[in-house]
């Protein structure tokens, strides 16, 4: 998976910009001057004319008659300049405007996209995961998080109030997609909350993993990772067995793990959350800290679905 240095958004951690083209001096950043546009246009309109007339099928036209029309409508162009603004105005406008209309489908088209690969995401298991909330709510959310995105870290505390506002209807499961530009620091945080929980279980994972978000500063090296050991300790567990686990990197598969599995179901940056309605299958793929508001709403479509008899088993 091949990841950039991070171009963030106002809302997510991504692999890189979106580098769709436009060209700038339509867009006012780099005005094209007014007599080369007015040269296009009477260029156009003599190319216009000759191509009709090259296509007729009758008789060959006069040529005298050709270039006396070409003459007038050059000069009367020329002579109005209120009439060639109008055109030349109207001629980037209808370019701007099939510009937005070809950006916009793109763009429905890769959110559609990514809604079918979400599909396929994994649905969670109690063996597996690190469930808050009811194990078997009809609703999961299914997080894949970076402990060094600030996005994340301010996105941490949405997740607890879907679950204070949805009460046993949701659960929110977290996994780990720790991005390339933010290690080895996201990836260390990763590891060390797994053995936060081989070490005290979920209680103590859940402790450790809001412990991190409340303390780090973000960007990479929000968070000193020879605290991480220290962290432990002051949260009750085995200093020098935590320190054992982290140093032999003996849950680095778990966390490539997940993050190879992000990836191949369309998660592209983070905070990236899966609604999965568990009864029916349905799912709806959410990037970046977005409002609570906007999950509270797609959490009420998933309800309304009929339950489907394809649905996997929780």
Same mark, same amino acid.
């Given at each position: 998976?091949? $990841?950039?240095?991070?171009?963030t958004?106002?809302?997510?951690?991504s692999?890189?910009?979106?580098?769709s083209?436009?060209?700038?001096?339509?867009?006012?950043?780099?005005? %094209?001057?007014?007599?080369?546009?007015?040269?296009c246009?009477?260029?156009?309109?003599?190319?216009a004319?000759?191509?009709?007339? @090259?296509?007729?099928?009758?008789?060959?036209?006069?040529?005298?008659?050709?270039?006396?029309?070409?003459?007038?409508?050059?000069?009367?162009?020329?002579?109005?300049?209120?009439?060639?603004?109008k055109?030349? &105005?109207?001629?980037? $406008?209808r370019? $701007?405007?099939?510009?937005?209309? @070809?950006?916009?489908?793109?763009?429905?088209?890769?959110?559609?996209?990514?809604?079918?690969?979400?599909?396929?995401v994994?649905?969670?298991?109690? &063996?597996?995961?690190?469930?808050?909330?009811?194990?078997?709510? =009809?609703?999961?959310?299914?997080?894949?998080? &970076?402990?060094?995105?600030?996005?994340?870290?301010?996105?941490?505390d949405?997740?607890?109030?879907?679950?204070? *506002?949805?009460? &046993?209807? =949701?659960?929110?499961v977290y996994?780990?997609?720790? !991005?390339?530009?933010?290690?080895?620091?996201?990836?260390? /945080?990763?590891?060390?909350? /797994?053995?936060? @929980?081989?070490? #005290?279980? *979920?209680?103590?994972?859940?402790?450790?993993?809001?412990?991190i978000?409340?303390?780090?500063?973000?960007?990479?090296?929000?968070?000193?990772?020879?605290?991480?050991t220290?962290?432990?300790?002051?949260?009750?567990l085995?200093?020098?067995?935590?320190?054992?686990? !982290?140093?032999?990197?003996?849950?680095?598969?778990?966390?490539?793990?997940? !993050?190879?599995?992000?990836?191949?179901?369309g998660?592209?940056?983070?905070?990236?959350? %899966?609604?999965?309605?568990n009864?029916?299958?349905?799912?709806?793929?959410?990037? #970046? *800290?977005?409002? $609570?508001?906007?999950?509270?709403a797609? %959490?009420?479509?998933?309800?309304?679905?009929?339950?489907?008899?394809? *649905?996997q088993?929780?």
């Amino acid at each position: 998976m091949q $990841q950039q240095k991070s171009v963030t958004s106002n809302t997510c951690c991504s692999h890189g910009p979106d580098r769709s083209f436009f060209p700038q001096w339509l867009t006012g950043y780099l005005p %094209i001057p007014r007599s080369i546009a007015q040269t296009c246009v009477m260029i156009c309109a003599l190319l216009a004319f000759t191509s009709a007339s @090259a296509q007729d099928t009758g008789p060959a036209p006069d040529e005298a008659l050709v270039k006396q029309v070409t003459e007038a409508v050059i000069k009367a162009l020329q002579e109005n300049d209120q009439l060639l603004d109008k055109v030349i &105005d109207q001629g980037i $406008q209808r370019y $701007q405007d099939r510009q937005k209309a @070809a950006r916009e489908k793109a763009r429905a088209e890769q959110a559609r996209m990514a809604q079918e690969k979400a599909k396929k995401v994994r649905h969670p298991t109690a &063996d597996r995961d690190h469930i808050r909330g009811n194990p078997k709510a =009809i609703i999961s959310l299914i997080e894949y998080s &970076d402990f060094e995105c600030p996005f994340c870290k301010r996105f941490h505390d949405t997740p607890k109030k879907l679950l204070a *506002a949805h009460g &046993d209807e =949701i659960n929110w499961v977290y996994r780990y997609y720790p !991005l390339s530009f933010h290690n080895p620091g996201a990836e260390l /945080e990763s590891q060390a909350a /797994e053995c936060a @929980a081989e070490l #005290g279980g *979920a209680d103590a994972f859940w402790r450790y993993t809001d412990a991190i978000y409340a303390r780090t500063k973000s960007g990479g090296k929000g968070f000193a990772t020879d605290q991480l050991t220290p962290l432990a300790k002051e949260l009750g567990l085995d200093g020098p067995a935590f320190q054992q686990c !982290l140093d032999g990197g003996r849950h680095a598969d778990r966390v490539a793990e997940d !993050l190879k599995e992000g990836a191949s179901i369309g998660i592209t940056g983070t905070p990236g959350s %899966i609604l999965l309605n568990n009864e029916t299958g349905e799912v709806r793929l959410l990037s #970046g *800290a977005l409002p $609570q508001a906007t999950f509270d709403a797609s %959490i009420a479509e998933l309800l309304a679905k009929p339950k489907a008899a394809n *649905a996997q088993p929780q």
